[in-house]
């Protein structure tokens, strides 16, 4: 498969019309229909369902436009890379950030980086940490904010300072709200909305010292915004991290004698990276030591 022709794939699959796609292509709809049809031979597999008004993806363009469009970024991002090595610093650094407060000492890093080095921008992916190390493996994704545990084998590291506290956010008008901190016997008895991060459920179990059967889980989430609407909506109690932003009538309260966590700004170990990553990481190295 050529890039060049993946492109084309990807233009019709947004356009939903070959012929509105070959205009944006700048080429011809027989050149592009042809293309497209040698493509489905080199796979062995139909693409597209046609008819008189629109095209569609069949089970197998759904696949290969998600396959497609990860190539196509890291095509790209690989020329850019590549095109800057003999140059003064300058480039895109992808990283994948966790919703945590350790990300204020990220932004001051990457804060100072760009002082020194103005053609540096960044692309910041928010998602959790599963979402992110998925990516890195992939190479769209050149360092992870992740919240521990993490394989220390696979990655190399720096340990950010900030601890991430948990507990839960509420609606203010809960009688949860007005205490310093609760117990799990506390919020044993609540509609509970928690994190879908595997490794984290089991910290929280052991916490609230239950069985997913001893629990009513209504939700569960990958980041949190959307749950602070089914909070303040009265579908249950969120249990999450504690975030430097407030949510206007919510309230966050600390869990009693709960997990610390650690946070690590990670990255693949053994990778080669270009020599802007590279810069980045060393001075993050030294950076977020000293703080």
Same mark, same amino acid.
């Given at each position: 498969?050529?890039?060049?022709?993946?492109?084309?794939?990807?233009?019709?699959?947004?356009?939903?019309?070959?012929?509105?796609?070959?205009?944006?292509?700048?080429?011809?709809?027989?050149?592009?229909?042809?293309?497209?049809?040698?493509?489905?031979?080199?796979?062995?597999?139909?693409?597209?369902?046609?008819n008189k008004h629109r095209i569609s993806l069949t089970?197998? &363009? $759904? +696949?290969?436009?998600?396959?497609?469009? =990860?190539? /196509?970024?890291?095509?790209?991002?690989?020329?850019?890379?590549? #095109?800057?090595?003999?140059?003064?610093?300058?480039?895109?650094?992808?990283?994948?950030?966790?919703?945590?407060?350790?990300?204020?000492?990220?932004?001051?890093?990457?804060?100072?980086?760009?002082?020194?080095?103005?053609?540096?921008?960044?692309?910041?992916?928010?998602?959790?940490?599963?979402?992110?190390?998925?990516?890195?493996?992939? &190479? $769209? +994704?050149?360092?992870?904010?992740?919240? =521990?545990? /993490?394989?220390?084998?696979?990655?190399?590291?720096?340990?950010? #300072?900030?601890?991430?506290?948990?507990?839960?956010?509420?609606?203010?008008?809960?009688?949860?709200?007005?205490?310093?901190?609760?117990?799990?016997?506390?919020?044993?008895?609540?509609?509970?909305?928690?994190?879908?991060?595997?490794?984290?459920?089991?910290?929280?179990?052991?916490?609230?010292?239950?069985?997913?059967?001893?629990?009513?889980?209504?939700s569960r989430y990958n980041l949190i915004y959307n749950?602070?609407?089914?909070?303040?909506?009265?579908?249950?109690?969120?249990?999450?991290?504690?975030?430097?932003?407030?949510?206007?009538?919510?309230?966050?309260?600390?869990?009693?004698?709960?997990?610390?966590?650690?946070?690590?700004?990670?990255?693949?170990?053994?990778?080669?990276?270009?020599?802007?990553t590279t810069a980045f990481i060393e001075f993050a190295?030294?950076?977020?030591?000293?703080?």
């Amino acid at each position: 498969m050529e890039i060049r022709v993946l492109k084309y794939f990807l233009a019709v699959a947004r356009e939903e019309n070959i012929t509105r796609a070959a205009d944006r292509l700048n080429i011809t709809q027989p050149t592009l229909s042809r293309q497209l049809k040698q493509l489905e031979d080199e796979l062995g597999v139909k693409l597209f369902e046609r008819n008189k008004h629109r095209i569609s993806l069949t089970n197998d &363009g $759904l +696949l290969l436009r998600r396959r497609a469009q =990860e190539i /196509v970024n890291l095509s790209e991002k690989t020329k850019n890379e590549v #095109s800057h090595s003999n140059e003064e610093l300058s480039g895109d650094i992808a990283i994948g950030c966790g919703e945590l407060r350790s990300f204020d000492d990220l932004a001051k890093t990457i804060k100072l980086f760009q002082e020194l080095h103005p053609n540096v921008s960044f692309n910041i992916y928010s998602g959790n940490s599963e979402n992110i190390k998925e990516l890195m493996s992939q &190479g $769209l +994704l050149e360092l992870g904010l992740l919240m =521990e545990p /993490v394989q220390i084998g696979k990655y190399d590291f720096v340990r950010m #300072s900030t601890d991430e506290e948990w507990g839960v956010l509420v609606k203010k008008s809960s009688e949860l709200a007005q205490m310093e901190s609760v117990t799990a016997d506390d919020v044993k008895s609540y509609p509970l909305i928690l994190p879908a991060r595997v490794e984290v459920n089991h910290e929280i179990l052991n916490w609230l010292n239950a069985d997913m059967d001893d629990i009513n889980v209504v939700s569960r989430y990958n980041l949190i915004y959307n749950s602070t609407r089914l909070v303040l909506s009265g579908v249950g109690v969120a249990l999450c991290l504690k975030l430097d932003n407030g949510y206007d009538d919510l309230q966050f309260v600390p869990l009693h004698d709960s997990p610390i966590l650690s946070s690590v700004l990670a990255w693949q170990s053994g990778q080669i990276f270009s020599k802007t990553t590279t810069a980045f990481i060393e001075f993050a190295k030294k950076y977020l030591k000293g703080i």
